[in-house]
């Protein structure tokens, strides 16, 4: 099949094979690449190797900002931009074993509880990156905002059993806020189908301002609640953020550092 080719005939063949394969990197460095593997001596198989890492690295990337998008993280937050000295009684071990996302493929939960302010959201969305990095598609929305998409597709044809379906393809759920608006018995049972459809399924991040003793509150109903939560915690790791607002312990340190300095 093949035969030695001028080097302008192989230059446009190779273009050609490119853009067949949609690996447009590969068009980008093999010449560059062609010259340092001269330069040292690489094997065939050197090069060839060197060649397709850039096209998958350049691949993984975009899929990775690509799922970063898809995610709908309120703000971009990462885990690397969390001051754990805030959180001395947060467990580092768990949040090192979380930021793994090996509990993804496992399909098991996180609940990030604790007070307004303490970094629940920046929490859930570093997870979210780190999830969307390794590869995990991720969708997140506020409890709210839950209950107004299953409520959207409960009333629409097809209903809530194919949205459910539909969110199978996104690994993790992240929901947030559950706890600040109580729901009504329909969303309360919206969300229950929710949290039932996912269990052993699927991973669900959620956060809550209320400790699980006070859960009733958000379904107006113990038993709902109760069941809810035998379901999300029976995988799941729970970890429990506390102390001060980081945004009123910032001003405050602000105002602190302002007097001192004007004694
Ligand atoms: P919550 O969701 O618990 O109400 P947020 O995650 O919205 O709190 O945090 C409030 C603000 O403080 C955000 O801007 C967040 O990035 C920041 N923040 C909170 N805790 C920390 C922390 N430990 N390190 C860095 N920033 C933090
Ligand atoms: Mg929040």
Known sequence: MSSPRG??????????????????????????????????????????????ERQVADREANGTALRIQTARFPAVKTLEDFNTDYQPTL?????????????????????????????KTH???????????AGHPVLFDTAAGWVNRLAEAHH?????ASEIKRLRRYRMLIIDELGYLPFDADAANLFFQLVAARYEQGSLLITSNLAFSRWGEI????????????????????????????????????????????K
Request: charged letters at 25%.
């Open 7 to 52: 080097t302008e005939d192989i230059g446009s063949t190779l273009a050609h094979l490119v853009k067949a394969m949609k690996t447009p990197t590969i068009g980008r460095v093999f010449e560059q690449l062609a010259d340092t593997a001269r330069d040292r001596g690489w094997s065939h198989e050197e090069y060839l190797a060197a060649v397709l």
């Open 91 to 119: 467990r580092q071990d768990l949040l090192a074993h979380l930021e793994t996302t090996t509990f993804i493929p496992k399909a098991n939960n996180v609940i990030l509880l604790g007070p307004p302010g303490v970094g």
């Open 123 to 133: 929490l859930a969305t570093g997870l979210g990156i780190k999830a969307c990095q």
């Open 156 to 160: 629409r044809h097809g209903g809530l």
């Open 219 to 262: 379904f107006a109903d113990d038993t709902i609640a109760a069941a809810m939560i035998d379901r999300l915690v029976h995988h799941a790791e729970v970890l429990t953020l506390d102390g001060e607002s980081y945004r009123t312990r910032a001003r405050r340190e602000l105002i602190e550092h302002n007097t001192t300095h004007r």
